[in-house]
DNA sequence: GCGATTCACTGAATCGTTTCACTGAATCGT
DNA sequence: ACGATTCAGTGAAACGATTCAGTGAATCGC
């Protein structure tokens, strides 16, 4: 590509006849008299020298990125929560490194690890295994923030939904209406069994007396698909189907449509995250809300603040979800 | 956070009463003996050693990232394309580093000027200014993969979309129904009026004698909710939305479901990239696929080849568009 | 048994910045 | 006019790896 070697600080500093130092101090406007600033800003010009972000992340020991874990960005929600977390760290001038675990645990380690090697100043995270004893390491060396759920480990900062509660308002949502037999459909895989936001169905529904048929999948819409197909297939069917997510829920409406069930007639849907897609499915999807915009706001500042050094304690926040009541839950048949 | 220092290269060398240099090389396990590789490997790990990869970017002149430029990463078909794209680059050992120009080019320039600084391997853009002569000095230093429109600068490899095509297949779809007064919603700014795209919408609509009103709006759901709302409370209404994108025809949706006009009874709409979600729409949206996967992987496929410095001519993939017509267009009233 | 090759490892240079500790000159107050 | 501050700028030491050139020792072929 570029025939020409790449033009350094020492170019501008020998052509300007400063040292290197110098050129440094004068490109950011500091301990510089003005016009020395001036003729050093032209000579860069001229040479078309732009900095060296690496060897000045070295320096520095910043490099001015922040690393997103998502447990699975193929989650509708998870991508529109990078994309406004991308904004708010921007404003902060952090740049997002975006890893995907893909919904495995392991890999979801072993990322976490090969970002805390200084590439990222800090690391936003919304865990798929909180409790894995990996991240009190992890954390030992790098800022993190956690989203969703409390992670086992230091972290600068807390988002942390009310999965309780959050799930309990779609149960009891499906309760009031009158359904008994409903299923889950979340995204967690076998290995991780244990993940709050699961062990909160399980006792929500003991609770309520409801029977319950959790069933693992992916936040892909066609492997939702294919789950609900199965699921839907089963006799005697579930009145209702209750989905981590909402992209989940799509695929739900998918094999619903597939198996010329009308929703909510014969299937009440709920979803989870209510993304604005929740309005514009038919018919609208109920979901739960917990105000995306704002999640990422507050992780965005938790993080900025302890990469930039701002002292304080880890900070947390707790977000309090709302259940949205559309078209797609009715009383069953 | 971390009260202990980070423990670097010649903490391992120290214990183990070797050079720096031998545990460079045993820790990749190379030019060293078997036992002493092993001994390394201990002494890191009992250490806690895990490389500094700042550092290691800077003494190799590579940091394993590639940029993500997008142009708007509000747009759901953006956001599925990063998330395969990060999983085909992940396949070459590369990482993302995700920016979103949020439709702005000044702004688009801005960051790819940011990221070239050495501070990622290479770039995949989606352009939305491929005419700005800014590429010519970025893709001088970097390489760069550009998707969807040629850039007006060297690259390392291009996958085009024939949006002659794409743009021809809706506009003669919708003819062919009878529409003659159509709104074209485009997310483009009005400061590059010259994109492709929209140059070619209006060169075929006059070929087919249709009356078509474009009108500028963003990706996102809500604004292009809004722009679609004051277009269709204009007298005489269109009989038809073409959207160039999917989240633009969501908020058509939205915005007619608001009026209370019916899809495709009152309004055909056609949407642009298919989406999964188009088939979960209710009407399902007539759209255009571009094999979106395919092009996440050709594009992934060709920045890696360049960055691993294999040689070869910038290639080219042309991908060829598919109308898949669904529910939501149909003959004016 | 002897020169040539391989092997395992070392020391020092390198990558391109930033920053610390100085220095000589100019400016200051008194 | 004199000691004390500022000011603009320098040289060298970080930052933490990789890698080049070199060095003894062991191994090889014959």
């Given at each position: 590509?570029?025939?020409?070697?790449?033009?350094?600080?020492?170019?501008?500093?020998?052509?300007?006849?400063?040292?290197?130092?110098?050129?440094?101090?004068?490109?950011?406007?500091?301990?510089?008299?003005?016009?020395?600033?001036?003729?050093?800003?032209?000579?860069?010009?001229?040479?078309?020298?732009?900095?060296?972000?690496?060897?000045?992340?070295?320096?520095?020991?910043?490099?001015?990125?922040?690393?997103?874990?998502?447990?699975?960005?193929?989650?509708?929600?998870?991508?529109?929560?990078?994309?406004?977390?991308?904004?708010?760290?921007?404003?902060?001038?952090?740049?997002?490194?975006?890893?995907?675990?893909?919904?495995?645990?392991?890999?979801?380690?072993?990322?976490?690890?090969?970002?805390?090697?200084?590439?990222?100043?800090?690391?936003?995270?919304?865990?798929?295994?909180?409790?894995?004893?990996?991240?009190?390491?992890?954390?030992?060396?790098?800022?993190?923030?956690?989203?969703?759920?409390?992670?086992?480990?230091?972290?600068?900062?807390?988002?942390?939904?009310d999965?309780?509660t959050g799930v309990g308002l779609v149960l009891e949502h499906l309760h009031r209406l009158?359904?008994?037999?409903?299923?889950?459909?979340?995204?967690?895989?076998?290995?991780?069994?244990?993940?709050?936001?699961?062990?909160?169905?399980?006792?929500?529904?003991?609770?309520?007396?409801?029977?319950?048929?959790?069933?693992?999948?992916?936040?892909?819409?066609?492997?939702?698909?294919?789950?609900?197909?199965?699921?839907?297939?089963?006799?005697?069917?579930?009145?209702?189907?209750f989905?981590?997510?909402?992209?989940?829920?799509?695929?739900?409406?998918?094999?619903?449509?597939?198996?010329?069930?009308?929703?909510?007639?014969?299937?009440?849907?709920a979803g989870y995250d209510d993304?604005?897609?929740a309005?514009?499915?038919?018919?609208?999807l109920t979901s739960v809300d917990w105000?995306?915009?704002?999640?990422?706001?507050?992780?965005?500042?938790?993080?900025?603040?302890?990469?930039?050094?701002?002292?304080?304690?880890?900070?947390?926040?707790?977000?309090a979800p709302a259940l949205v009541e559309r078209?797609s839950t009715?009383?069953?048949?």
């Amino acid at each position: 590509m570029s025939s020409r070697k790449r033009v350094t600080i020492k170019d501008v500093a020998a052509a300007t006849g400063l040292s290197p130092a110098a050129v440094s101090y004068a490109l950011r406007g500091v301990q510089t008299s003005p016009d020395t600033q001036e003729r050093v800003r032209q000579a860069a010009e001229e040479l078309g020298y732009s900095g060296n972000a690496v060897a000045r992340a070295l320096a520095r020991g910043r490099t001015g990125l922040a690393g997103v874990l998502s447990g699975s960005l193929q989650d509708l929600s998870e991508q529109r929560f990078v994309e406004i977390l991308g904004r708010q760290l921007g404003r902060h001038d952090l740049h997002m490194v975006v890893v995907d675990a893909r919904g495995e645990p392991d890999r979801e380690r072993m990322l976490a690890r090969q970002l805390a090697d200084r590439l990222v100043d800090g690391l936003v995270i919304s865990p798929l295994d909180p409790s894995d004893p990996a991240w009190a390491e992890i954390g030992e060396g790098l800022p993190i923030v956690t989203v969703g759920d409390a992670l086992a480990g230091p972290t600068v900062g807390e988002v942390l939904f009310d999965n309780r509660t959050g799930v309990g308002l779609v149960l009891e949502h499906l309760h009031r209406l009158g359904h008994q037999r409903i299923a889950v459909l979340t995204p967690s895989r076998p290995s991780t069994p244990d993940r709050p936001a699961e062990r909160v169905v399980a006792e929500k529904c003991a609770a309520l007396g409801m029977q319950a048929n959790v069933v693992n999948t992916r936040h892909s819409m066609e492997e939702a698909t294919q789950a609900a197909a199965a699921l839907l297939a089963h006799d005697p069917r579930p009145t209702a189907v209750f989905c981590l997510s909402d992209s989940i829920a799509c695929g739900v409406y998918a094999a619903a449509a597939a198996r010329g069930l009308e929703i909510p007639r014969d299937l009440s849907v709920a979803g989870y995250d209510d993304h604005p897609i929740a309005c514009v499915v038919a018919p609208a999807l109920t979901s739960v809300d917990w105000g995306l915009p704002e999640v990422a706001t507050a992780a965005a500042d938790l993080l900025a603040a302890a990469v930039a050094g701002r002292p304080g304690p880890p900070r947390q926040v707790r977000v309090a979800p709302a259940l949205v009541e559309r078209a797609s839950t009715a009383a069953p048949a």
